[in-house]
């Protein structure tokens, strides 16, 4: 479930993101490029990347997620929204 715009500073805007198991997506954009449809997307590829995680049989529950798969998407999702900090 999105939660939109949590807090907005001058120099950046927060946005949330609550999965239905309770886990909780937190995205730090800065104001510039932050368009709240970008951020949905960008929540809705992360919340898949880390279904696809978590869903793997050799994943621990409530360990850090040690995947390059992984790490591709969340990149691949930030780098193609144009949130990804220079």
């Known amino acids: 479930m999105y939660l939109g715009l949590l807090y ?10 609550l ?4 886990v909780k ?3 730090v954009a800065d104001s510039f490029n932050a368009k709240e449809a970008v951020v949905k997307k960008v929540f809705r ?5 880390y279904i696809d995680a978590v869903s793997n049989p050799f ?3 409530g360990k850090k997620i040690e995947s390059k798969s992984f790490e591709q998407r969340v ?3 930030v780098n ?4 990804a900090h220079q």
Not at 19 to 22: F, R
Not at 80 to 83: D, V
Request: aromatic letters at 12%.
């Open 75 to 77: 990149d691949r999702a």
């Open 19 to 22: 999965t239905g198991t309770n």
């Open 45 to 49: 590829d992360l919340h898949s990347a």
């Open 25 to 27: 997506l937190i995205l």
């Open 8 to 17: 907005p500073t001058e120099d950046y805007k927060v946005f949330g993101y």
């Open 59 to 61: 994943y621990n529950p």
């Open 80 to 83: 193609s929204a144009g949130l």
